[in-house]
């Protein structure tokens, strides 16, 4: 199962819902640490915005990554 953006979410799912355990992709594209974030209590959010851009540049220039984030970087530098 996917589409968890927040630690408190997941953790519902897992410690009320039933589940033995949770899915994360895009999360994961967007923030590599998200789970080191979570564990440590940095953040509730993921920074993922469930766009899907990320699919594009690996079905075309083969790689996946998180375009929103490298457009960021690129109008911050
Ligand atoms: S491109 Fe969009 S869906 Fe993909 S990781 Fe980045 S924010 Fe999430």
Sequence with gaps: MGGFRSLAVA??????????FIALARP???EPDLP???V???TD???CISC???FMPG????????VVRKKAESQAS
């Design 28 to 30: 994961l594209i967007r």
């Design 59 to 66: 079905m075309t220039r083969g790689g996946i990554y998180c």
């Design 52 to 54: 899907n851009k990320c």
């Design 45 to 47: 959010k993921a920074e």
């Design 36 to 38: 080191h974030k979570w």
């Design 11 to 20: 953790e519902k799912a897992v410690t009320k819902d039933g589940m033995d």
């Design 40 to 42: 440590n209590h940095k």
